[in-house]
């Protein structure tokens, strides 16, 4: 097996059709956090952002895209630890494929790294099994649209978060006006808008949005327009008044939300709920086939979701005594009684070491 650690920019017009090959061997493949796109996207605004190209036989099997991690300079990739390209703004990572057998420590080794985290792979992409943690192995909730908006709308017309959603919906037009969605708004106010709702209302966003090179990414791929990855920022109007928002990567079959966020004075009508029905609706009009909500446990997806599929997180470190001692120290860390949930789950995935 031959190793080539490149820049995400750097690979032609071949190896970018045979990467676009590879997401179409699995579905799961297919989500534009794997395309060349977005690795490419984050590529332009971070220099430390890296594709593993792996070959056998002179034949290119996959790719690895990762990036070194925060605190590492961004020159020559040796000796150290990375994570996933776009983190943490990548909602699932992993082997971009032919299928072929893949031996994650020997390309993690053989790029000349240290260690790659990663904290949400397909649970069944079987180079990384070996490396998952067991205790991170979470569902990702999907709107399943396959079979149309009506057939999804009728698996959850009867829940109580859609007829609580329709009552909120009534309450909202009565005093802004009538509930409309409008798909793909080249309008930059609204980007900044939705922009401006996440910084004020996450803590997590703020501290997102202090990277510089966050921002630029996010606009690079809202503008995105490929097969692989199409930046589409969808808002919410009740009336003349925008509600809520949300940029979602589209890929070949489905919809990935990405950042969704809304006007803070209008949650008590539950506006994102509404929003997530709306905009699934004109998904399944589109041909998508489905809503992907990413590995986040929030509860308000799983309330929406008709289907799931399992991630994990974990690590591949190119020496097995490192693996050793790492999992060692992880197992404990897991068990103190002075680690709160989150510190748990950090230690985990590997991250508070």
Known sequence: MRVTVVRPGDLGPEEASLWSAFQQTAPVLSNPFLSLTFAQAVGRFRPAARVAVVEDGGRIEAFLPFELAPGQAAGR???????????P????????GSGAPVDARAVVRNSG???????HVPADQRALVPHQYQETIVRCPVMDLSGGYEQYHQSMAKTATYKNARKKQRSLERQFGPVRL????????HFRQLVDWKRGKYGGARRLFSDPAALPIIEALAAADADDCRGILSVMFAGERPIANVLGLAGPAGLCAWFSSYDPDCQQFSPGT????????????????????????DGYKFSLAN????????????????????GLYRHASARSPR???????RAALGLAS
Do not use: C
């Not at 409008?182 to 106010?189: E, I, K």
């Open 307 to 326: 289907t799931f599929y399992p991630v994990a997180g974990g690590a591949v470190w190119a020496s097995r005594v490192e693996q050793a001692v790492r």
């Open 113 to 119: 790294l240290r260690g790659w985290r990663f904290l």
């Open 339 to 345: 680690s709160g949930n989150q510190d748990r789950r």
């Open 274 to 297: 509404i929003m997530w029905y709306l905009l699934a609706e004109q998904a399944a009009a589109r041909g998508l086939t489905q809503i992907d909500f990413g590995g986040g446990q």
């Open 89 to 96: 703004m990548n909602d699932l990572q992993g082997f971009v």
């Open 182 to 189: 409008v798909w793909g708004t080249p309008d930059p106010a």
């Open 77 to 87: 990739v040796a000796g150290k630890v990375a994570v996933p390209i776009g983190h």
